[in-house]
Each structure stands twice: as structure tokens, then as C-alpha cells.
């Protein structure tokens, strides 16, 4: 028997039963479409992790920790000889934060740093470039906030939060800061030095601006200072708090740069085998992702419960067509048809049935998720007046959640339609003739 001989002959049946069939395709559409819809949550929340640790941290960068105290110049150089290591970053901490422009005046974060490696590592600008000389700093894009003038005692008693960051704004810089000096005060955070010795300073001069980082809350008014500054600075600062003398010149900050994204499993590797201790955004992305396979399995697996509810129908409307076709199973066999091509009729049947509903219930998903995408942010906006995330999604439908949703429900689809089938081959030609099944 020819296969389109069985596709006229399985579609002539299903004509016959044409209102039993569409509700049978109709279940296995819904338990499709539930099955997507479900798992699309898990794939939406998973992207928008994914997306949003991408957003601010580079896939390219190690952050480096010794297990036996802070790094020295000693581990930088072994760390840059890594193959593979494109820069080594780090960083000093600068007990001095007192910077003041005029009668303006802010306490920022004040580290130093090795320029050249910065510029290799792709610290980038808003605007101006990296310093050059000894007495040029680098500021935050939110430096200027930070930079006030002196404000009344207790002026924002009585005032809200909101009252008091808009009025905190009225005293903040609101000039451009490029190429502008800056008074950096030796001065230390320690109650027991006397206050006439808190007066050195040191000029510098702001040439450059940090871009403004990718989040909206995150606030960077930090200064990067010279590593020749910093030389400069730590003996000023140990005249005024002698113990500062005992300070090492180790670094509070060390990241190692990649040539690729690539490169990071690998250069973790070589690092750890030399005792130190590695973080990046890839080992964050393996835990995120063994956290979110799991749950999308979860997902998955409970979406596959509808699944199986609609494969029962599938089950019900095949044993009712093999009973209801006896007759002709009895005819067929009499003229020489073998189980074999019985049993690939009634699977071809519920082949049939699982297309239709798997076909559907892809495309009925898809039309739910880009409807739910493109309504709940306004529906959330319109009536819990708070607006969603930029990127917020709730639904993502990747390829791979359509193949995996498609290959489980044709599974269980013909899983539902061997049985029937099978018990279509055991009926006695006889008995079929005489319409005694």
C-alpha cells in the first residue's frame, strides 16, 4: 500500500469525524500552547539575568584575590605574563578624599592607578582622555554631584527623601569640570590627629570624565589618581598619620583583561594553578545557568502534565476510530493488507492529529508572547503607576523551547496512538466481516 493511498484513506476518516477530530486537535493545541507559554517565563526570566549581568560587567575581565593577603607588584608581574592576559588593571586605595573646586567640596573614592594598563584594559571616557602627567586625575561621570557647597546644619529637617535630593541638587556643581583643578586635601579619616596638621594640598587637574555607567542607579564619583601621585601623596599623608607608614604598597584592586571572551576559562585555569583565587562573569553565567536549567525544567515538566492531559483525548479518539473501522480493518486484512501497514495507518492518523496541534499551538504561543510583551508594561504602568524595566520581557521564545515543545509533544502523540494502532492489528478478519467486534 502506497503512502498516499493510506494519507486518502486516514483522511477520509478523519472527514468522516470531522467534529471528534478538530476537538481532539483543539486539546493538543491548548496543551502545546501551555506547555511554550510556561517554559517561556523560565526562558524570559533567564535571559533578562543574563542580560542584565552582561550589561554591566565585561565578559573579557578576571577579578584576582590572593588567599594569604593583598597583591603586590610581584603578583602583577607573573599574572602579565600569562599567555593570553591582554592587561593587568590595578589599584591603590588613597586615604585622602577631600576635594574641593572654590567654596565647592566633595568625599569621593580616590584610588590610583596604572594608566598605561587602564588605556590597554579599555577604560573608557565620556569625555577628555587619560592622564599623562604626575598631577592629572580621571572623575566619575557623577563627580560633580558629589561636589557641593557647604550646607546649612540640619536644613533638610522636616523634608521628605524626594525634597531632599532635589534640594541637595541646588547646591551641587552644575559646570563642566574638564580641565578644571581640583584641591586634593591631606587630610585622614582618624580623630586623633590634630587639626592644623590636616592643611596640606596638592593641585590636580581634571582631564578626563568616566562614561556614565550602563545602569541608571549606579552612581560613580570616584577619582583616579596617578600611581606617581599616589608616591607622592602616601609620604604626605604619613607625616600627618604616622601610622600610614606602615602601610605596604599593596593593591586593594587587581582585574586581569583577556584578548577575548574566549580566553577566560582558560586564563582562570593558568591563575588558579598559581595560587590565586579567580572570579569572572563566565563562572557568574555557570551558576546562573545551572540555577536556570533547572528551573526551566521544571517548567518544562509541569507544561508536560498538560500535554499528557490532551494526549488522552488523542488515546480516546483513536480507540474509538479503531472500533468504529473494524469493518474495514477486517477488509483490508482480507485482501492481503499486514499488520504492518494497519498499524502505520492509525499512527499516521495520530501523526496527523499531533501535527495540527502542535502546528497551532506553536503559532497560538508565539501570539500570546508577543502580546503579553507588548500589553503588560502598560497594563502594569496604567494601573500600578510604576513603570517597568527598559528590556522588562515575560515571555521569551527561543528556537530551542519550540523544538524541545515540539519533539515532547509529537512523542507523546504517537506514544498515544501506538496502542490503538497496535490493537488495530489484533482484529479477527472474521469476526470484522461479520460485524461481530
Not at 507588548?374 to 517597568?388: G, H, T, V, Y
Not at 506514544?415 to 497496535?422: D, E, H, I
Request: hydrophobic share 40%; glycine share 6%.
Amino acid at each position: 500500500m502506497k503512502f498516499k493511498d493510506k494519507h486518502r484513506f486516514v483522511r477520509s476518516n478523519m472527514k468522516r469525524n470531522k467534529t471528534r477530530v478538530w476537538m481532539t486537535i483543539l486539546a493538543s493545541t491548548m496543551g502545546c500552547a501551555f506547555l511554550i507559554m510556561l517554559a517561556s517565563v523560565g526562558f524570559a526570566i533567564h535571559k533578562t539575568a543574563i542580560d542584565d549581568v552582561m550589561s554591566y560587567r565585561l565578559m573579557n575581565e578576571i577579578e584576582i584575590q590572593k588567599e594569604n593577603g593583598p597583591l603586590v607588584e610581584e603578583d602583577v608581574k607573573k599574572l602579565e605574563n600569562i599567555k593570553n592576559v591582554k592587561a593587568v588593571s590595578r589599584k591603590k586605595y588613597v586615604p585622602a578624599n577631600e576635594l574641593s573646586l572654590g567654596e565647592y567640596t566633595a568625599y569621593a573614592e580616590v584610588k590610583s592607578a596604572h594608566m598605561p594598563s587602564e588605556r590597554k584594559a579599555g577604560f573608557q571616557l565620556e569625555k577628555g582622555r587619560m592622564p599623562k602627567s604626575k598631577n592629572e586625575v580621571v572623575i566619575g561621570y557623577h563627580f560633580a554631584q558629589e561636589l557641593r557647597k557647604e550646607m546649612p546644619e540640619n536644613f533638610t529637617e522636616g523634608m521628605s527623601e524626594d525634597e531632599v535630593q532635589t534640594k541637595m541638587k541646588e547646591f551641587a556643581y552644575d559646570g563642566d569640570l574638564l580641565n578644571k583643578t581640583l584641591t586634593y586635601r591631606m587630610k585622614v579619616d582618624n580623630p586623633d590627629i590634630k587639626a592644623e596638621a590636616q592643611t596640606k594640598t596638592v593641585e590636580v587637574k581634571i582631564v578626563g570624565i568616566g562614561k556614565k555607567p550602563n545602569k541608571e542607579w549606579m552612581i560613580d564619583s570616584s577619582v583616579m589618581i596617578t600611581d606617581d601621585l599616589h608616591s607622592e601623596v602616601m609620604p604626605l599623608l604619613s607625616e600627618i598619620d604616622p601610622e600610614l607608614k606602615n602601610s605596604d604598597d599593596s593593591y586593594s584592586s587587581v582585574k586581569v583583561y583577556t584578548s577575548s571572551a574566549e580566553d577566560v576559562k582558560a586564563v582562570s585555569d593558568k591563575i588558579k594553578d598559581k595560587g590565586y583565587l579567580t572570579y569572572s562573569v563566565v563562572s557568574e553565567l555557570k551558576e546562573l545557568n545551572i540555577y536556570f536549567t533547572l528551573f526551566k525544567a521544571g517548567l518544562i515538566f509541569i507544561g508536560g502534565i498538560a500535554v499528557l492531559i490532551a494526549s488522552i483525548g488523542i488515546f480516546n479518539t483513536m480507540t474509538m476510530a479503531v472500533t468504529e473501522r473494524s469493518q474495514d480493518i477486517g477488509i483490508m486484512k482480507a485482501i492481503g493488507a499486514t499488520p504492518k501497514t494497519i498499524k502505520r495507518i492509525f499512527l499516521l492518523e495520530s501523526g496527523y492529529i499531533g501535527l495540527w496541534g502542535v502546528g497551532l499551538g506553536t503559532i497560538v504561543a508565539y501570539l500570546i508572547s508577543y502580546g503579553v510583551n507588548f500589553a503588560l508594561p502598560m497594563i502594569i504602568e496604567q494601573f500600578m503607576n510604576e513603570k517597568p524595566p527598559e528590556d522588562f520581557i515575560l515571555s521569551y521564545i527561543p528556537w530551542s523551547l519550540t523544538v524541545i515543545a515540539v519533539t515532547i509533544c509529537m512523542s507523546v502523540t504517537l506514544l498515544s496512538g501506538w496502542r490503538p494502532a497496535a490493537k488495530a492489528t489484533t482484529v479477527d478478519v472474521l469476526k470484522a466481516l461479520r460485524r461481530d467486534v
